[in-house]
Nanobody, 121 residues
Framework: VQLQASGGGLVQAGGSLRLSCAAS????????MAWFRQAPGKEREFVVF????????YYADSVKGRFTISRDYAKNTAYLQMNSLKPEDTAVYYC???????????????WGQGTLVTVSS
């Protein structure tokens, strides 16, 4: 499975962005997926999880109510809609996939290359 993250950019506080994670590979739709982020000088942190079926999601408290994860199986793509962005959301965002992963707990076997989100105040 290969993951390609995109959609990052510069946005003002209060704005929105939608990140995409395109998965390739014959069995990619059977993987649980998640987004993580890493801010400058900080450790990587969990953001959101979605199960392979799309029936289960789990959000970090810091993004609950502002971010929404979804999947498009026809396009083998997971999306992260980010609304009401704050400067503290500034980070490189990584998508990840793992057949046995659950919420913030891995293992996440595959990782995208990351996409930078910068939120200005």
């Amino acid at each position: 499975v290969q993951l390609q993250a995109s959609g990052g950019g510069l946005v003002q506080a209060g704005g929105s962005l939608r990140l995409s994670c395109a998965a390739s590979g014959r069995t990619s739709s059977s993987y649980n997926m998640a987004w993580f982020r890493q801010a400058p000088g900080k450790e990587r942190e969990f953001v959101v999880f979605i199960s392979w079926s799309g029936g289960s999601t789990y959000y970090a408290d810091s993004v609950k109510g502002r971010f929404t994860i979804s999947r498009d199986y026809a396009k083998n793509t997971a999306y992260l809609q980010m609304n009401s962005l704050k400067p503290e959301d500034t980070a490189v965002y990584y998508c990840a996939a793992g057949r046995l992963a659950k919420n913030s707990v891995g293992p996440y076997d595959y990782w995208g290359q990351g996409t930078l989100v910068t939120v200005s105040s």
